[in-house]
């Protein structure tokens, strides 16, 4: 297991928005977390690289171990933690800067300044990503020319030159169109060789297709975590029939 948390509660002031969750993620696998919306999924996804630090009257109790050590230890290195845990968000966020300078943004970060290190960086990443055919004659041209699927891409790519362990993703695919969708999902599907991905959707039907594991949160709640096969096919719970039955949600 690379990510453990135990009896985890998280509060904004008074108001619990998760209970007690228990989870154990995998290593190289995509874990899926599913539920309605204000159920606690994002949250859940940004505890693992600390974002709902950024929100004012935050409080967690319990742990949070990646490869046993805290996350929330007070010792712990919060931007090493960043490094190694990336985010990628529901929309884009390419900067407005060159296709180049996005790439090499956090390698420069780092203390990285050799032009021929930071020029195998940009293409290693965007190879990984499946753009650097595409853009190899483009790099100086801005990031924003591109369209949706390729500035997400890059996003991936703009983490991965970094070289974390973890990507979360957090509903990646729910500004892109249908096909652009199938080109991330198969992306993410190539690069769980190389790290550990966990991805928040409200598409049911990607969960099922590209989640090794899946949860279902209700509530702040983590009712159930299984196989994506299991979960889909034969849950326990009886909410978590009900909710991907279409009953609620």
Not at 116 to 126: A, G, Y
Not at 222 to 245: G, H, Q
Request: charged share 25%; glycine share 6%; proline share 4%.
């Amino acid at each position: 297991m690379i990510i453990r948390t135990a009896n985890l509660n998280l509060y904004y002031h008074k108001f619990q928005a998760l209970k007690n969750v228990n989870v154990e993620i995998r290593r190289n696998v995509i874990t899926g977390i599913i539920g309605p919306s204000g159920c606690g999924k994002s949250t859940l996804l940004r505890i693992f690289n600390r974002m709902n630090d950024l929100i004012e009257g935050v409080r967690i109790t319990g742990s949070v171990l990646i490869d046993n050590e805290d996350i929330y230890s007070p010792m712990h290195d919060l931007i090493l933690l960043r490094k190694r845990v990336g985010l990628v968000f529901q929309r884009p966020n390419a900067f407005p800067l060159s296709i180049f300078d996005n790439i090499t943004y956090g390698p420069r970060v780092w203390g990285i300044s050799d032009k021929k290190t930071l020029t195998e960086i940009v293409e290693r990443s965007l190879t990984a990503v499946d753009l650097f055919d595409d853009l190899k004659d483009r790099l100086d041209c801005p990031a924003l020319s591109l369209s949706a699927e390729k500035q997400q891409r890059l996003c991936i790519a703009r983490l991965l030159a970094v070289e974390p362990e973890i990507l979360l993703m957090d509903e990646p695919c729910s500004a892109l169109d249908p096909i652009a969708t199938s080109k991330i999902e198969e992306l993410m599907i190539e690069l769980k060789k190389k790290y550990t991905i966990i991805i928040v959707t409200h598409n049911m039907q990607q969960a099922a297709r590209i989640a090794d594991e899946v949860g279902f949160m209700l509530l702040g709640e983590l009712v159930e975590f299984d196989t994506a096969k299991t979960l889909f096919t034969s849950p326990n719970d009886r909410r978590t029939n009900d909710y991907i039955s279409g009953r609620f949600g």
